[in-house]
C-alpha cells in the first residue's frame, strides 16, 4: 500500500534555527496535509497543501507541494520552544478523499 | 465551538473487560474517525463514517466495533480489551468528501492491564 516516509526522524535544535523537514512517497498524492501534536494532545492541523508546485505559509511555518507530487516539505523559520512535538504529514491514498495515511513523524526538541 | 471532544482521557482495563470510548463534534461534520496511534507509529485508522448511518473499516478494525448514533456522535466499543490495545485513541471529523482536512480530539490514554 502507500506509505509516507518521513525524515528526519527527530531533531535537536538551538531556539532561534531554522528547521527543515520532509515527507516522501513512492506514489503521487493530490492533497498534502502538515499537522503538529503537542505531547499529550491530539494532532493540529497547520497547513493544507493542493496543488503541486504550490507554497504556502502560516506565520513562521512554511510548507511546499512537491512538483513531483510525491514529496512535501516544511519549514519553520527562527524555533521557539513551543515548536516543540511531533510533525506529521499526511494525505489520501489513490484520491480517496474520506481516508487519510499518516507519515510516522519527525520529533522536533528545542533547546534554549 | 469545542471542536471534537472525546471522553474519558484516561481509562485502566483489565484484559477481557469491555467499555466504549465516546466521540462528539459540534461542526457539522459529515465523517468522523477513529485512530490508534502506538509509540513510533503514525496515526492508523481503525474504522470510520463517511455519513451518518454508514461506517466502514480501516486499517485495524480487529477487535473493535463502532456506532455512528447520529450526525455528532460516534462510538467505539472494546467488547473483550486485550493488552495489544493498550494505545492512545484518537476521534478526527472531515466536513465534506470533497475535502481531506480531518480535526482532531485531545485523545483517550487506553491501558489494558
Known amino acids: 500500500g502507500q506509505q509516507l516516509n518521513q525524515s528526519p526522524q527527530s531533531m535537536f535544535i538551538q531556539e532561534g534555527e531554522d528547521v527543515s523537514m520532509n515527507c516522501t512517497s513512492s506514489s503521487i498524492f493530490n492533497t498534502w496535509l502538515w499537522y503538529k501534536q503537542d505531547p499529550g494532545e491530539g494532532p493540529v492541523l497547520l497547513i493544507a497543501?493542493?496543488?503541486?508546485?504550490e507554497l504556502t505559509s502560516n506565520g513562521r511555518l512554511t510548507a511546499q507541494f512537491g512538483i513531483t507530487r510525491k514529496d512535501s516539505f516544511l519549514n519553520i523559520s527562527a524555533s521557539i520552544p513551543s515548536d516543540v512535538g511531533i510533525y506529521f504529514c499526511a494525505g489520501p491514498p489513490n484520491y480517496n478523499t474520506d481516508k487519510l495515511i499518516f507519515g510516522t513523524g519527525t520529533r522536533l526538541q528545542v533547546f534554549p | 465551538n469545542a471542536g471534537v471532544t472525546q471522553t474519558p482521557k484516561f481509562q485502566v482495563l483489565k484484559t477481557g473487560q469491555s467499555m466504549t470510548l465516546q466521540c462528539a463534534q459540534d461542526m457539522n461534520h459529515n465523517s468522523m474517525y477513529w485512530y490508534r496511534q502506538d509509540p513510533g507509529m503514525g496515526l492508523r485508522l481503525i474504522y470510520y463514517s463517511a455519513s451518518e448511518g454508514t461506517t466502514d473499516k480501516g486499517e485495524v478494525p480487529n477487535g473493535y466495533n463502532v456506532s455512528r448514533l447520529n450526525k455528532r456522535e460516534f462510538s467505539l466499543r472494546l467488547e473483550s480489551a486485550a493488552p495489544s490495545q493498550t494505545s492512545v485513541y484518537f476521534c478526527?471529523?472531515?466536513?465534506?468528501?470533497?475535502?481531506?482536512?480531518?480535526?482532531f480530539g485531545p485523545g483517550t490514554r487506553l491501558t489494558v492491564l
Open positions: 478526527a471529523s472531515k466536513r465534506t468528501s470533497g475535502s481531506s482536512e480531518q480535526f
Open positions: 497543501l493542493y496543488k503541486a508546485g
